[in-house]
């Protein structure tokens, strides 16, 4: 349970890090070194963990992972700057409940009820924390819906690569594939960093790889019921970090819109998982 709230103000933090940046770094260009800053972790998972952790015969699926996620992290670290970091968190936790419209619409996944329910929960959040019509919803929080709808695709590839693939392995390709891809975007707005933005960037990465390592190990060492209720307190630290850092008054409303797309993602999750328990086991053997 520590791991999870851990993970939960890593997280927050790396958004606050990254929106500090914002006012001298173009968008695109932060996303760049979100992920080549990146490397010198990964290079230690990989040392430690041994070579043959990210050998793949998936390879086209992992450049697939890694176009879908850049366009979710262009659009995120472009949004992030002229949207409340409490809003921002909110709208992210759409994005499970977007993967399931997501596997419906393109994989053909059967929609049950719950599911459904689920989808219109979020969608009442979506628009009580964002609000259109009753306050002036400009580029950023769009850009972060957009950015939520992209990161859905990415959960859907995630999950069939982890069938096979180990986690140091996805982690290790999908930087080999977005270190190019962003930083050629990235070029064509460069902007020359300063010595203190870079350092801030660099924090931001290990911190970043340090909430990845952290959720993992919450999810292998605890059971789902008792951590996933914890990831809400990522709002709360972005709330937090929003006020002290960026003067951004916190939003009663934005929160409310959060728990709710929060706890419609969750109960679906734990239905789903319940049902997954208590299916029987395939025969092993025919007698």
């Known amino acids: 349970m520590l791991a999870m709230l851990a993970s939960c103000f890593a997280f927050a933090g790396l958004d606050a890090m990254a929106k500090s940046v914002s006012d001298t770094l173009p968008g695109v260009q932060i996303a760049f070194f979100r992920v080549a800053f990146s490397w010198p972790f990964i290079a230690v998972m990989v040392w430690w963990q041994g070579l043959g952790t990210v050998r793949s015969a998936k390879v086209r699926l992992h450049a697939l992972r890694a176009g879908v996620q850049s366009g979710s992290m262009l659009l995120f670290f472009t949004g992030l700057a002229t949207t409340p970091l409490a809003q921002v968190v909110a709208i992210e936790f759409a994005s499970p409940l977007m993967a399931v419209a997501l596997a419906a619409l393109l994989m053909g996944e059967a929609l049950p009820l719950r599911r459904v329910l689920a989808l219109l929960a979020g969608v009442v959040g979506l628009l009580v924390a964002v609000r259109p019509g009753m306050i002036a919803v400009g580029p950023g929080p769009l850009m972060i819906i957009g950015s939520a709808v992209f990161w859905a695709g990415t959960i859907l590839i995630v999950r069939h690569l982890g069938?096979?693939?180990?986690?140091?392995?996805?982690?290790?390709?999908?930087?080999?594939?977005?270190?190019?891809?962003?930083?050629?975007?990235?070029?064509?707005?460069?902007?020359?960093?300063s010595w203190a933005d870079l350092g801030i960037m660099l924090l931001a990465a290990g911190m970043g790889t340090a909430a990845l390592w952290l959720y993992g190990e919450a999810l292998r060492l605890a059971d789902l019921t008792a951590v996933m209720p914890l990831d809400f307190t990522k709002i709360l630290w972005a709330s937090l970090f929003g006020w002290v850092f960026f003067a951004e008054q916190p939003d009663l409303l934005t929160l409310a819109g959060g728990l709710i797309i929060f706890a419609a993602a969750l109960i679906l999750t734990l239905i789903e998982r319940g049902i997954e328990k208590a299916a029987p086991p395939p025969p092993t053997s025919i007698d």
């Open 163 to 193: 069938r096979t693939e180990s986690s140091t392995a996805q982690v290790f390709y999908v930087a080999l594939f977005l270190t190019p891809i962003n930083g050629l975007v990235a070029l064509t707005v460069w902007q020359t960093p």
